[in-house]
């Protein structure tokens, strides 16, 4: 098999290490790493499986790769590449280069054991994080905006630096919760407020992804059991927290993403609240924050044991509130497990 890659873990996937400046070039049983001499020395130390090339060109570096392995075919994920970098490459080759869109993220789609185990301890740090952040927004919350909010969970979720974060927090209070994916504003926590949290950080490279809704008062947690003063905002909440259970323990490997997305999209729609359930209920996490499965309710990927993906059914009423609970699972020996 011949292909080429641009995508930061895409090659890391493949060879253990990456950087912004990369490509990486598979023909036959020969791989390469081509990068630039800024990154000579953590390239020869950390790539494995594959040559590292040192070319200020890198574009060129390949074309020679390509035009000395005499392949024919040679295959590329358009997502990956501009269009000015693959003309580089395409315009000096006589080559068929073949687009296969999520190339990498379709051989990824299946964990490793080892994967596994790296992904669980990324949900369990990212859940140990979220237990810091309920005692700092307790001691030092109450007042502050979403902006200062998101700037103390990027804080506690990176350790202060010693992580990286899986995308940048999303921390809404009240009406701004109605956004899926929330921008900070200026509004304030305050007592009994609503308060949405969805976050991450990577282990190893490896995303984890949370998210919890609740009520902001003195002795609140980031616990999945939440009791609201409001009697339509707990309905809500119930309906979400109900999709959310009945999606994990429901499904089973050899169901369609979309079986299991109906799971989760049936309760909220026989709680009234089908119209405000504007999103898929999950997606695989892995190097990327987003990949393969989608549990989206037109998915026919059939779900396999060894895919992780996340379940997090939502409800979004406009102006008014949202609510949303996300866990990530892992299928093993034909079930749902919450990592």
Same mark, same amino acid.
């Given at each position: 098999?011949?292909?080429?890659?641009?995508?930061?873990?895409?090659?890391?996937?493949?060879?253990?290490?990456?950087? =912004?400046?990369?490509?990486?070039?598979?023909?036959?049983?020969?791989?390469?790493?081509?990068?630039?001499?800024?990154?000579?020395?953590?390239?020869?130390?950390?790539?494995?499986?594959?040559?590292?090339?040192?070319?200020?060109?890198?574009?060129?570096?390949?074309?020679?790769?390509?035009?000395?392995?005499?392949? /024919?075919?040679?295959?590329?994920?358009?997502?990956?590449?501009?269009?000015?970098?693959?003309?580089?490459?395409?315009?000096?080759? @006589?080559?068929?280069?073949?687009?296969?869109?999520?190339?990498?993220? @379709?051989?990824?789609?299946?964990?490793?054991?080892?994967?596994?185990?790296?992904?669980?301890?990324?949900?369990?740090?990212?859940?140990?994080?979220?237990?810091?952040?309920?005692?700092?927004?307790?001691?030092?919350?109450?007042?502050?905006?979403?902006?200062?909010?998101?700037?103390?969970? /990027?804080?506690?979720?990176?350790?202060?630096?010693?992580?990286?974060?899986?995308?940048?927090?999303?921390?809404?209070?009240?009406?701004?919760?109605?956004?899926?994916?929330?921008?900070?504003?200026?509004?304030?926590?305050?007592?009994?407020?609503?308060?949405?949290? =969805?976050?991450?950080? /990577?282990?190893?490279?490896?995303?984890?992804?949370?998210?919890?809704?609740?009520?902001?008062?003195?002795?609140?947690?980031?616990?999945?059991?939440?009791?609201?003063?409001?009697? /339509?905002?707990?309905?809500?909440?119930?309906?979400?927290?109900?999709?959310?259970?009945?999606?994990?323990?429901?499904?089973? %490997?050899?169901?369609?993403?979309?079986?299991?997305?109906?799971?989760?999209?049936?309760?909220?729609?026989?709680?009234?609240?089908?119209?405000?359930?504007?999103?898929?209920?999950?997606?695989?996490?892995?190097?990327?924050?987003?990949?393969?499965?989608?549990?989206?309710? @037109? %998915?026919?990927?059939?779900?396999? =044991?060894?895919?992780?993906?996340?379940?997090?059914?939502?409800?979004?009423?406009?102006?008014?509130?949202?609510?949303?609970?996300?866990?990530?699972?892992?299928?093993?020996?034909? @079930?749902?497990?919450?990592?």
């Amino acid at each position: 098999m011949n292909y080429m890659l641009k995508d930061e873990n895409a090659i890391y996937y493949e060879c253990g290490y990456s950087c =912004d400046n990369a490509l990486y070039l598979r023909l036959g049983s020969e791989a390469f790493l081509i990068t630039d001499s800024r990154y000579m020395i953590e390239a020869q130390e950390n790539v494995q499986n594959a040559q590292v090339v040192i070319d200020s060109d890198l574009y060129g570096a390949a074309v020679k790769l390509l035009e000395q392995s005499k392949a /024919k075919k040679v295959i590329f994920d358009p997502k990956e590449w501009t269009v000015a970098g693959y003309e580089k490459i395409r315009s000096q080759c @006589k080559i068929d280069f073949e687009a296969v869109a999520d190339y990498s993220h @379709k051989k990824r789609i299946i964990k490793s054991d080892n994967e596994l185990k790296i992904l669980a301890k990324a949900a369990k740090l990212g859940a140990k994080a979220f237990d810091k952040l309920a005692k700092v927004f307790k001691e030092k919350g109450t007042g502050k905006d979403e902006f200062h909010l998101t700037y103390m969970a /990027k804080s506690v979720l990176s350790d202060f630096g010693k992580r990286e974060l899986s995308f940048s927090p999303i921390v809404a209070i009240g009406a701004n919760a109605a956004k899926p994916h929330a921008m900070p504003t200026q509004r304030m926590l305050r007592k009994d407020n609503l308060l949405l949290v =969805d976050a991450g950080l /990577k282990y190893k490279r490896y995303c984890s992804d949370r998210t919890r809704t609740v009520r902001f008062d003195k002795n609140f947690t980031f616990r999945s059991q939440q009791s609201f003063g409001s009697k /339509k905002i707990q309905k809500a909440y119930d309906a979400v927290r109900k999709a959310h259970d009945n999606a994990i323990a429901k499904a089973r %490997s050899g169901m369609q993403a979309k079986e299991i997305d109906a799971l989760a999209r049936g309760i909220i729609e026989k709680a009234g609240f089908g119209e405000y359930f504007v999103h898929s209920t999950g997606h695989g996490v892995g190097l990327d924050i987003h990949e393969m499965p989608y549990i989206s309710s @037109k %998915s026919d990927t059939v779900i396999e =044991d060894g895919m992780v993906y996340t379940i997090e059914p939502g409800i979004y009423i406009p102006g008014k509130f949202g609510i949303r609970i996300e866990d990530m699972v892992a299928m093993v020996d034909g @079930k749902a497990v919450i990592l």
